[in-house]
């Protein structure tokens, strides 16, 4: 607890105060950084007597510039939640929770390991690290040694059931080694199905994406979205195409088959680095702006104008969100992306300026070349269920509830999950809350007794952000992920903890329990981070031998993921406001001697568009039963389910729950006011609701906030804690074959009035 700040006494400052005493109610005021969301704004914190008081945008920071938003300022409510978790816990055998040192957790988890990898081997191990598992660097990556060492490969993230078409499409298009273009100087940009300035996803820069959209518009920029409804993103397009949900394949093939038919390509870069040009082609033949505007309900003259202002700009990329992923297709979808932007020559050239340079990640040679296509699926570890396997976006997470409910040799039946919320989050909430009480241990590494918790064995109960140093590497690692992301500029930053955790609690770090369990196992980590953007300029893994290393701290942790970066944590930690570096790095040409090209026509890929092509639309989306669409969306004031039983006033705004939105019009044709109770049917299942209109939505669209709601026997408590869209989402058809997601928007419902439990 610091009770004054001392001013430095500077002689020569006539004018500077004297040393001065601040009140003790004033607080300590330091930069830091939220880590909620990917785009790790820094902020300031003001700590008062031990407690964390304030979170307020830093006017300091050079990127940020005083942003923040709602979740970040509600980061003080969140450290000082009387729910919040300041104890482990294990659950009794009367089915409650009593608190257990975390000492004595980590030997009864040990032994319980143990005794499970003895009788059915390692494969019956799992862990599934979530979104709110990535604030901690260290801690999914020594989870995943964790299992390594175990002999398990049965490691799960939420990527794919998030956006693993991205990974699938770069896979069959190959990467560009000098990343993407920057989004700030183009004159025109497409993004189809995500919401930026909400979610600070893709696209849009996520400084202030509301801000950064607002200015390059006003600059000049002509921006296309595609989306059933009128996001506070597609408010500020220039084309705002608003077609039926799960169109994106036929509406990218209508773009591209204008660009084609108008000879608006880059012929020279397609000539120089791209194959498959003709059989893309003759595969959008077929998708004329006609059949494209009949088939998503848009005028075909918006297909022919976006495609023109599309190809005839500078600049501008197409970035597609969780929308498109979720509704089929989702691959196809992000590949389409990739074309568009390709064969418009798209990508970054020899002596450009390049885009994201790493600064706490080693540094690499940014080329103006391809690194072509490589095996994206079909190989390593093979799932139980659905025929499904290993894939360049990781296992398929929506298939682990059945795995862990298919009795068998290879049976999931230990599940860690790491700051995620497989009741929250995963399709198929019924199937998934089987499945979570049939395993034989379920450990729960949490802040609050959330959603999945509530079923543990052992939840253990962490820190929080801003009682545990932080830093923005993992910002600059996104860019391997997908293009589109990270920041736009070499920005960085470091934070010691900000605040000690409550007094009287007994939290750990994620990764220090990894490293406990291992260490009463006996197992050595050896924990690898890799990056890269294709096969070629990948940095060699940072190896980070955990043998040596009881007295480790988290501040030593990071020094060793930071080794062989560009720049020294000590030299980013000397600018607490985090600091754009100096970076003046070109594109380097491309190799004498390579041979690699990008590739437009994937045999797959093209096979896929057939299908679609060939697919009766009409029989699809006349069902009387089920007249309405589901679609996605995001709130302002949650990160998925985090937070979400801590009685945060500010963050709910006194709506503790996900109302349904709908058209007006739809609402006033059901009979429905706003706040009526209705009942939302699904050919799989049912949930309450509380209808609210919303003219922003396409006619017969439906919308609602994912990852709410309680267990499934509480639906009745729907006006308290909300409805989990999850549940009318069959996880085990209508799935993608590679990546297992299932339709997860787009889902045909019904909407009827009052809910009878
Ligand atoms: N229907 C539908 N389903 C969806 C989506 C959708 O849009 N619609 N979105 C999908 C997407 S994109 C994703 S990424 C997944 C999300 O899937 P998950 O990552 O599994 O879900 P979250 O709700 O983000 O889980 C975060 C958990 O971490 C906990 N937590 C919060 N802060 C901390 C912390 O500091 N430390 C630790 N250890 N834990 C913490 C929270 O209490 C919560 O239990 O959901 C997917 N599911
Ligand atoms: N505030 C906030 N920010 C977040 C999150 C959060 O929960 N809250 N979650 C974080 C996570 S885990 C993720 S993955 C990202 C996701 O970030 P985004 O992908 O931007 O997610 P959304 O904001 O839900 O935007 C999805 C959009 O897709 C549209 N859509 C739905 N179905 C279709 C379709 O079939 N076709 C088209 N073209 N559009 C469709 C919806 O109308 C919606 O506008 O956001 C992250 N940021
Ligand atoms: S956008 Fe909001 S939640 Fe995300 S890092 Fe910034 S303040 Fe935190
Ligand atoms: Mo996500």
Redesign the pocket.
């Known amino acids: 607890m610091t009770r004054h700040v001392d001013r430095p006494v500077d002689a020569e400052a006539q004018n500077a105060p004297a040393l001065q005493v601040v009140p003790e109610q004033a607080g300590v005021t330091v930069p830091t950084i939220c880590r909620?969301c990917p785009a790790h704004c820094g902020v300031l914190a003001t700590v008062q007597s031990g407690v964390l008081v304030e979170v307020k945008g830093d006017p300091e920071n050079p990127l940020f510039k005083g942003y923040t938003c709602p979740k970040g300022r509600a980061l003080p409510e969140?450290h000082n939640s009387p729910s919040r978790l300041l104890h482990s816990q294990k659950r009794q055998l009367d089915g409650s929770f009593a608190p257990i040192p975390i000492e004595q957790a980590m030997d009864e988890i040990a032994d319980r390991l143990r005794g499970i990898v003895a009788e059915h081997g390692g494969r019956s191990i799992a862990v599934?690290t979530?979104?709110?598992?990535q604030?901690?660097p260290g801690?999914a990556n020594m989870a995943a040694a964790l299992l390594q060492a175990i002999g398990s490969p049965m490691f799960f993230t939420?990527?794919p059931?998030?956006?693993p078409g991205k990974q699938i499409a770069a896979s069959a298009h190959g990467n560009w080694l000098a990343g993407d273009l920057p989004f700030s100087g183009a004159d025109t940009w497409l993004l189809v199905g995500l919401n930026p300035v909400l979610s600070k996803a893709n696209g849009v820069p996520f400084n202030n994406p509301a801000q950064r959209l607002k200015d390059e518009v006003a600059r000049g920029m002509k921006l296309i979205v595609v989306d059933p409804r009128r996001t506070e993103t597609a408010k500020r397009a220039t084309i705002h195409i608003q077609p039926r949900p799960g169109e994106d394949p036929t509406i990218l093939a209508g773009l591209i088959h204008v660009i084609v038919a108008e000879g608006l390509v880059d012929h020279a870069f397609i000539a120089s680095d791209v194959d498959g040009f003709d059989a893309l082609a003759r595969q959008v033949a077929q998708f004329t702006p006609e059949y494209v505007g009949a088939r998503a309900q848009v005028p075909p003259e918006q297909i022919v104008a976006a495609a023109r202002l599309f190809a005839t700009r500078r600049g501008g990329m197409a970035n597609c969100g969780?929308g498109p992923n979720?509704s089929q297709h989702g691959n196809l979808t992000e590949y389409l992306a990739l074309c568009l932007a390709t064969i418009c020559g798209r990508w970054p050239r020899a002596g450009d300026k390049v885009h994201r340079p790493n600064v706490l990640l080693p540094a690499y040679t940014a080329r103006a070349q391809a690194s072509g296509p490589f095996q994206g699926w079909g190989y390593g570890t093979r799932l139980r269920v659905r025929d499904l396997g290993d894939a360049a976006c990781g296992l398929p997470t929506a298939a682990l509830a059945d795995e862990i409910l298919l009795e068998g040799e290879g049976q999931v039946r230990a599940l860690i999950?790491?700051?995620?919320?497989?009741m929250?989050?995963?399709?198929d909430q019924r199937r998934t809350q089987q499945a979570m009480e049939k395993l034989d241990l379920l450990v729960?590494?949490?802040?609050?007794m959330?959603?999945?918790?509530r079923l543990a064995d052992y939840v253990?109960a962490?820190?929080?952000?801003l009682e545990t140093p932080g830093m923005t590497q993992r910002v600059e690692a996104l860019k391997y992920y997908t293009i589109g992301i990270g920041y736009p500029v070499p920005y960085a930053q470091y934070s010691p903890r900000v605040v000690d955790p409550p007094a009287g609690s007994d939290l750990i770090e994620?990764w220090q329990f990894y490293h406990g369990i291992a260490r009463r196992l006996g197992l050595n980590l050896t924990m690898g981070v890799k990056y890269g953007f294709g096969r070629y300029d990948e940095a060699p893994p940072t190896v980070i031998d955990m043998a040596q290393s009881d007295d480790l701290t988290t501040e030593g942790l990071y020094e060793k993921i930071c080794a062989g970066g560009r720049l020294t944590l000590d030299e980013v930690r000397g600018f607490p406001h985090g600091r754009v570096f100096d970076v003046d790095e070109v594109v380097a040409g491309k190799e004498p001697g390579c041979t690699e090209r990008l590739d437009v026509g994937n045999v797959p890929m093209m096979a896929e568009l057939a299908e679609v092509r060939s697919f009766d639309f009409n029989s699809e989306q006349s069902g009387e039963d089920y007249p309405m669409r589901l679609i996605?969306?995001?709130s302002n004031q949650f990160?998925?389910?985090?937070?979400?039983?801590l009685p945060g006033v500010r963050l709910t705004r006194g709506k503790p729950y996900n109302p349904l939105f709908m058209h007006p019009e739809d609402m006033a044709h059901l009979g429905l006011r706003s706040g009526d109770a209705i009942t939302i049917a699904s050919r799989h299942d049912r949930i309450p609701g509380i209808v609210e209109p919303d003219e922003t939505l396409r006619r017969h669209v439906v919308a609602m906030?994912?990852?709410f709601g309680g267990l499934v026997e509480e639906d009745d408590a729907y006006a308290l804690h909300g409805s989990n869209?999850?549940r009318?989402?069959a996880a085990d058809h209508e799935y993608d074959p590679i990546t297992g997601i299932p339709r997860?928007?787009n889902v045909a419902v019904s909407v009827s009035p009052g809910w009878v439990g």
């Open positions: 909620l969140l599934y979530g979104t709110s598992g604030a901690y801690g939420p990527n059931i998030d956006s969780t979720f999950c790491n700051g995620s919320n497989p929250a989050a995963w399709p729960c590494v949490d802040v609050e959330a959603l999945t918790a253990i962490t820190k929080m952000t994620e996605s969306r995001r990160l998925n389910s985090a937070g979400r039983t906030y994912h990852c869209v999850g009318l989402i997860m928007s």
